[in-house]
């Protein structure tokens, strides 16, 4: 069984990453942990610099708990300018994963109505099941 679970170092996404591990682990799948580090073109060098290093600590320490449980992990690390969606559906398109995993935003309905939300966006058009995590 492949999982790739999508982090963004949230507490939801945290805490989606440990009940994946939790309902998971007694199957011995294949966990792909996913992050893209969306930093606003609009920020300077410096800030772009800091962003994605502070993301790549966050992910390191992910990857650190999930081995810690003895799973099997494959880290996906992009740096991605644009919209998170179209290098996480790419993924989920190459790797042919049996689950993909979020945790969700906890956006207010309004918010969510005009800006949309991932996991609400992978619900509608991936091509495996989606867990979200509440």
Excluded: W
């Excluded at 606003?40 to 994605?52: L, M, T, W, Y």
């Excluded at 993909?100 to 956006?107: A, D, I, N, S, W």
Aim: charged fraction near 30%; proline fraction near 5%.
């Amino acid at each position: 069984m492949k999982i790739i679970v999508c982090f963004d170092g949230s507490e939801n996404s945290k805490r989606a990453l440990e009940k994946t591990m939790d309902l998971f682990k007694p199957l011995k799948p294949k966990l792909m942990l996913s992050m893209v580090s969306e930093i606003p073109s609009s920020f300077s060098a410096d800030a772009i610099e800091r962003g994605i290093a502070y993301d790549k600590k966050v992910f390191s320490e992910a990857l650190e708990l999930v081995k810690k449980q003895g799973m099997d992990v494959e880290p996906l690390f992009f740096e991605e300018r644009g919209d998170a969606r179209h290098m996480i559906m790419n993924e989920i398109k190459s790797k042919s994963p049996d689950l993909v995993v979020f945790g969700k935003r906890g956006r207010g309905r309004l918010e969510e109505m005009i800006m949309g939300s991932v996991s609400s966006y992978f619900v509608r058009h991936a091509p495996c099941p989606v867990l979200v995590i509440h």
